[in-house]
């Protein structure tokens, strides 16, 4: 991947998110009613073991877990295998993915659920654990650019996604604009500090080529 790739992953998904912020808040019918359908359905999935489940992703990837701890532990990852600037980038793209969602939440103001199982603090748009699991999966992505990772890292943003609308915490939008901004905020964050978080081989290859004279 290049920068140039990175920002416009970053661009594209912020922006696709604050265009179906603007949908939500003018002309929401057709969102609404994917929506509907997609909360009734997951209503009628509700089992104990799925919702266990889902009470369990709901600690992982929210609160002090997930604003505190897990960007705390990325960062001393980051810091041990790419050293102080990987976490710098690791801790930069967490507050910037945060601090975009809560923007977007209070701007749009749009209502959760009805049938939601758990309180959930204001503004439903975007999901802010799905936000945090996607920005987590490219930042670690960044650091540690391998397929497992990569796999990993989508896995479980699909899974914390699919565990807030089995709560009926979130709609089926939600999630996605969550993923979109989570992944975006990464992205752009990626694309500013870009010599800090590429691969030190890269790097070496790159100073190798500037080091070398014109022919």
Do not use: C, Y
Not at 90 to 99: D, E, K, M, N, T
């Amino acid at each position: 991947m290049t920068r140039r790739v990175a920002l416009v992953l970053g661009l594209a998904g912020v922006a696709a998110t604050l265009v179906t912020a603007i949908v939500l808040a003018t002309s929401p019918s057709l969102i609404v009613s994917l929506d509907d359908a997609w909360n009734l359905e997951m209503v009628e999935w509700r089992n104990p073991v799925l919702t266990g489940w889902a009470l369990v992703m709901n600690v992982l990837g929210g609160g002090w877990v997930a604003t505190i701890l897990v960007p705390l532990l990325i960062a001393v990852l980051a810091w041990i295998g790419r050293g102080w600037r990987g976490a710098v980038f690791a801790l930069v793209a967490f507050v910037f993915s945060a601090g975009l969602v809560q923007l977007v939440k209070r701007a749009l103001g749009r209502d959760r659920p009805q049938d939601l199982l758990i309180a959930s603090d204001f503004g439903s748009f975007p999901s802010g654990h799905t936000a945090n699991a996607a920005a987590l999966a490219v930042v670690l992505w960044f650091l540690f650019p391998m397929l497992w990772v990569a796999i990993g890292g989508a896995l479980w943003t699909v899974a914390m996604g699919f565990s807030r609308t089995v709560l009926s915490v979130h709609w089926f939008s939600d999630t996605v604009g969550g993923a979109l901004i989570g992944a975006g905020a990464a992205f752009l964050v990626a694309a500013a500090l870009w010599r800090w978080i590429r691969p030190p081989r890269a790097l070496a290859e790159a100073d190798d080529r500037s080091a070398d004279p014109p022919r």
